[in-house]
């Protein structure tokens, strides 16, 4: 086993640094998130600031929110029907969480706003909830082979057809037109923005497409959410779902915010207590409204954080927000592309991850010539104190279709994002192509993690491998 020092790669941080002088909208975060400033442990000795480039699984909650959650804390109780003092302030900020939400992505005023675990649970709701003609789904549901899991399993237990995306957006809009022209599609369901690549998809112009055909349509916006404006009504959209955890909100809540006709007839997504109106022995009388989904006592702290970071978003300026991201992203990207042996990544061949701010989110996908990805991911974590994703970021078949069966990279940032945590992982990438790994790594569990590893966590953490109880993303 070898060791190496953390290196500066001077020559590398210096070409970084003139190129940073272009992009002062990132040279600090746009907004203060809690855990901006912990230190990693390096496998070779010493720490780093942890540079956290993986928003898309998970984004740090806002400081606000985590301050905002702290003085609501002493109040939590059961929500809806108690009379004490706690339960009517719960209850209070809980269903006032629905009207922050409806008005954060631009939601008719009779929209309904359910709150669910995730954007996960939201689909499998919505799919529960598709209209009937003589008790079977009255249409198809159509989806394209980008989708996140989250927006394709759900649907492959109804009667759906899905298509390849082609490989620009314009065409891939044309091949929905010919599907949605054959007929029989009652829900077509796209992603606002791939969690794989960043692409953003021409939301207006998809949900003017279906309801050409006499089709609805629901978009995956848990990546969207997070970096752009969202006007469902503005574009038409019936349905949206996403989570909070990607929407700096802690705790574990997603929303369906939509239509009401199908959700106030379909099968009610969690049978308990609250979604009825009448229970008996061998029969139910079911409610209508939120209730009717949401069975059970309901995650009052997770909807209210989601309810807070929604409205510290959308205060944000449109123009400094996504010049923030912008900048960010363009800079990772001419970066990566000057590393030989690095490539990058993108569905389509009419979108400019470098250069047009409004056809990609602060998603960069990327692979390292003669590297596993989880390999790079576990040596820029060790040994530079980075942070990203690695594997087939529960998208599968686009990964297949990208030529990537075995996965890639992806880095992913957002308002708690700096320009140097793009600059250290230029400079980590440089290094090994440079110099290699300057250290033994092994496969544990599934997962590449260093060799006779004795850093610790704190004390309050279970000291063991992080990989204890992953559930790899591989190929069989």
Not at 74 to 98: D, F, M, W
Not at 238 to 252: C, E, I, N, R, T
Not at 376 to 382: G, K
Request: with cysteine; aromatic share 8%; proline share 6%.
């Amino acid at each position: 086993m070898t060791t190496a020092v953390f290196p500066t790669a001077p020559e590398f941080h210096a070409e970084a640094r003139r190129a940073a002088g272009r992009f002062a909208a990132a040279a600090s975060p746009l907004a203060a998130v809690t855990g901006a400033e912990i230190q990693a442990p390096l496998i070779t000795g010493g720490s780093a600031r942890y540079a956290n480039l993986d928003y898309g699984a998970s984004a740090p909650a806002l400081s606000v929110v985590s301050a905002y959650l702290n003085e609501i804390l002493p109040y939590y109780a059961s929500v809806h029907r108690g009379a004490g003092y706690a339960s009517q302030i719960s209850t209070s900020v809980y269903e006032n969480a629905r009207d922050i939400v409806r008005e954060f992505v631009g939601g008719r005023p009779d929209d309904s706003v359910i709150f669910t675990r995730n954007t996960t649970d939201s689909l499998n709701l919505l799919a529960g909830c598709l209209p009937l003609r003589d008790g079977r789904p009255a249409g198809e549901v159509l989806y394209l082979d980008i989708e996140h899991h989250a927006n394709l399993l759900p649907w492959q237990n109804v009667p759906h057809r899905s298509i390849v995306a082609a490989p620009t957006l314009a065409a891939t809009v044309d091949r929905l037109r010919e599907e949605l022209a054959r007929g029989g599609v009652s829900l077509l369901a796209v992603t606002g923005a791939s969690n794989v690549t960043g692409e953003i998809l021409p939301i207006r112009a998809l949900a003017a497409l279906a309801h050409e055909f006499g089709a609805r349509i629901v978009v995956d916006a848990a990546q969207l959410a997070p970096h752009r404006r969202i006007d469902t009504a503005a574009d038409d959209v019936d349905y949206v779902a996403f989570s909070g955890h990607k929407l700096y909100a802690p705790f574990g809540a997603g929303v369906l915010v939509g239509r009401t006709d199908w959700l106030d007839a379909g099968t009610p997504h969690l049978a308990g207590g609250g979604a009825v109106r009448d229970a008996r022995l061998d029969s139910v009388s079911w409610t209508t409204g939120p209730a009717r989904h949401e069975g059970g006592s309901p995650n009052v702290l997770g909807a209210a954080a989601l309810a807070r970071a929604t409205q510290v978003i959308g205060e944000l300026d449109p123009a400094q927000w996504y010049a923030h991201e912008d900048a960010i992203r363009s800079f990772l990207v001419a970066g990566l592309e000057r590393i030989e042996g690095v490539t990058v990544h993108r569905i389509f061949a009419d979108s400019s991850p470098a250069e047009d701010q409004t056809s990609t989110i602060g998603v960069v996908n990327f692979s390292v010539e003669g590297y596993d990805a989880g390999l790079v991911a576990a040596y820029l974590s060790a040994e530079h104190g980075i942070g990203l994703r690695d594997g087939r970021f529960c998208a599968h078949p686009l990964l297949k279709r990208l030529g990537l069966p075995a996965g890639s990279l992806r880095a992913s940032f957002g308002l708690g994002s700096r320009l140097e945590d793009a600059e250290r992982l230029l400079a980590g990438l440089q290094q090994l192509r440079q110099t290699g790994l300057g250290w033994d790594y092994v496969v544990d569990a599934g997962r590449w993690v260093p060799a006779n590893d004795t850093r610790t966590y704190p004390h309050w953490a279970p000291n063991t491998p992080g990989t204890a109880g992953a559930a790899p993303c591989t190929v069989e």
